[in-house]
């Protein structure tokens, strides 16, 4: 996630006002940064989260405010693929609109993953068990079957070894 969050905050930081933008690149940065927690990392959080809710290991007004991290996560990142949905189609977008929204995506993200890694995944790791684990994978599991979920697999993989190889390629 960091190293995707480092190849975004360059590329914006590469347009000058004005210059019209590449959003290919921050295109797919940014799908895989929305996408990929959101099918792996999301469902399992909440479901560890809120099993130490109920067991009074984790006080509510904590898991309140990392759900508004996600949400605000969502949204900041909602608005930034928008405007690169648009540029990558025929309308202009002021390159410093897509560096705001860069920015604040990108603020939004480091500082709830730099909360959770100190708040709640040490706790995490203390208070679930096996049995919490395997009731945890077994309802965060996707609906549809293995052979696809392999398919979502190798795509995401495909997805980040071109992010990676342009990245490269630019630096
Ligand atoms: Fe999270």
Avoid: C
Avoid at 53 to 59: T, W
Avoid at 156 to 163: K, T
Wanted: aromatic share 6%; charged share 25%.
């Amino acid at each position: 996630m960091r190293r995707l969050l480092r190849v975004l905050a360059r590329e914006v930081a590469a347009v000058e006002p004005g210059e019209k933008i590449d959003p290919g690149l921050m295109y797919d940065v940014l799908r895989y940064l929305i996408e990929y927690p959101g099918r792996y990392h999301h469902p399992i959080e909440n479901l560890a989260l809120w099993r130490l809710v109920q067991r009074g290991r984790v006080a509510r007004p904590l898991a309140d405010q990392l759900d508004l991290e996600h949400r605000s996560m969502r949204h900041y990142g909602g608005q930034l693929l928008r405007l690169l949905e648009g540029a990558r189609g025929d309308i202009l977008v002021p390159s410093p609109w897509i560096a705001m929204a860069a920015h604040q995506y990108a603020s939004a993200v480091r500082a709830h993953m730099a909360h959770e890694e100190q708040a709640l995944l040490p706790l995490v790791e203390q208070q679930l068990t096996q049995g919490d684990w395997e009731e945890i994978a077994r309802a965060s599991m996707p609906a549809e079957d293995s052979r696809h979920s392999e398919d979502v697999d190798s795509q995401f993989r495909r997805l980040y070894a071109s992010i990676a190889e342009r990245a490269n390629a630019d630096a």
